[in-house]
């Protein structure tokens, strides 16, 4: 039997042995691998698209060699189909690589084609499906191409607000060995509120001193010598701060102030196991008068409380989305990452699944072995966190605890790239890190080191 096979194989090759010399031009055919070719990167259940985060990246599609039996050139291309069934396929890109990102604004251009809007005033839906593939060609040898399975994104486009208690940044500011190593990096904000001449800030400070200033500038600024109350501009009026999340309000009108404690978090089996670590802080968001927390949360059970602190804490007993103080109001909550809302004027909150923007490296938590030092989303495009405490060694930006889309500074210009060689080296410190996405040069970040 052994010598039928072996004769078999001596006529195909001296087969295919005639036809090579019978045929100078051979037609490629592609051969198909079982395992097809498929996206790697996993999906979000939800993309949220706003203008003002248009040039956040909004998915990276990653995938592994496609193989076509021999070694070629193979050239992919991302395609988009707005019916879904790809009749109407346009390209959003090619690459010889394995990855192809799209942004926010390339999103809402494919929503608005489906007909999709954020006007509250139309009978065009605010939510829908993008639809996605991938196409695999084997280079210049004629083969058939292959795909991936249709990729659904589904997207939402929040509904646009009017009015709704929006406020504005004040031209005052927090600076000090308490904030900002007196003017490092910029002063903490205050903003304007509903009482004309009252502004407030929510700050993280550290022990140390601090006075108030406009426009993070050296001139007229303020603290209180005799610490009454009352703002003045006399000689050794630093005012002596302690290490903490605080509430600043100033009367412009008579230069009153006080400085309280002041923070809300969250707190459960759900983040922290009920307080064994800090809860996760929710910041303010001005442009809606409401309070932010962008975050990682595991299976379990949350609760919002103030300041660390057991006493006043909110849950949600009946799940109406109001907090109350009801008896069993723990909040049932699954792994993922989320953006967390409260609004203290009428305690309504939500809970939505969302990108968590987080800093990652050997000088945090070497390269991903703990959490992402999460920052968090206070104003559409903006990202911010304080307190980071960083050692010697190198960061960079990734989404949702994951190596998808990351970010660095390969030139050092203070815009984020993705460049080869663009981790960002730090030294040991206390820091305060922003990210802001809608800047026109790019993503703009800091790092301010107190």
């Given amino acids: 039997m052994k010598y039928i096979k072996l004769l078999s194989l001596l006529i195909l090759a001296a087969i295919g042995f005639t036809s090579c010399e019978q045929e100078d031009d051979l037609v490629f055919i592609a051969h198909v691998p079982e395992e097809g070719i ?15 985060t248009s040039k956040n990246i909004g998915e990276r599609f990653t995938w592994e060699d496609a193989y076509f039996g021999v070694p070629t050139n193979v050239e992919y291309e991302l395609q988009n189909s707005i019916s879904g069934d790809f009749t109407d396929a346009t390209v959003v890109g090619t690459t010889d690589a394995n990855e192809l990102s799209i ?6 251009t494919y929503a608005k084609e489906a007909g999709l809007d954020n006007d509250p005033g139309t009978d065009n839906p605010n939510t829908g499906a993008l639809y996605f593939r991938l196409m695999a060609s084997p280079g210049t040898n004629g083969g058939l191409p292959v795909y991936t399975e249709t990729q659904t994104l ?32 910029a002063d903490a904000k205050f903003y304007t509120t509903a009482t004309d001449g009252v ?16 426009n993070n500038t050296w001139e007229g600024d303020l603290g209180d010598a005799n610490a009454d109350g009352i703002l003045d501009s006399d000689a050794d009026n630093n005012i002596a701060v302690t290490a903490g999340d605080y509430k600043i309000t100033i009367n412009t ?25 800090p809860d ?45 103080a009801d008896a069993d109001n723990n909040i049932a909550v699954t792994e993922g990452h989320y953006l967390v809302t409260l609004d203290l004027k009428d305690n309504s909150y939500s809970i939505v699944e969302a990108t968590v923007w987080g800093a990652v490296g050997s000088g945090y938590n070497n390269w991903g072995e703990t959490p992402d ?15 980071i405490t960083l050692v ?59």
């Fill in 103 to 108: 942004t926010i604004g390339n999103m809402l």
């Fill in 373 to 387: 030092a999460a920052l968090n989303e206070i104003q559409p495009g903006v990202w911010f966190a304080e307190n």
């Fill in 253 to 277: 009108n008579d230069n009153s102030y006080t400085i309280e404690e002041f923070s809300w978090g969250i707190v459960g089996s759900g983040y922290n196991n009920w307080g064994e670590t």
């Fill in 280 to 324: 996760a802080k929710l910041y303010y968001d001005y442009t809606t008068d409401t309070f932010k927390a962008s975050v990682q949360l595991l299976d379990g059970e949350i609760k919002f409380r103030m300041n660390n602190t057991w006493g006043g804490d909110l849950g949600d007993a009946n799940l109406d989305g109001i907090l109350d």
């Fill in 199 to 214: 502004i407030v800030s929510y700050v993280n400070l550290v022990d140390g001193e601090i006075k108030f200033r406009e």
């Fill in 38 to 52: 498929s996206f790697s990167n996993i999906f979000l259940e939800e993309y949220t698209l706003t203008s003002a």
């Fill in 392 to 450: 010697d060694g190198e960061l960079k930006f990734r989404p949702d605890n994951a190596w998808n889309g990351d970010y660095g500074d390969a030139n050092g210009d203070n815009i984020l790239d993705q460049d080869p060689d663009n981790n960002i080296a730090v030294e040991a410190g206390n820091y305060v890190i922003s990210i802001d996405f809608n800047d026109a040069e790019g993503p703009k970040y800091y790092l301010g080191k107190r």
């Fill in 154 to 185: 589904n997207v939402i486009l929040p509904e646009a607000t009017e009015g709704g208690g929006a406020y504005e940044v004040s031209t005052w500011g927090v600076v000090g060995s308490g904030y900002n190593n007196w003017g490092a990096f």
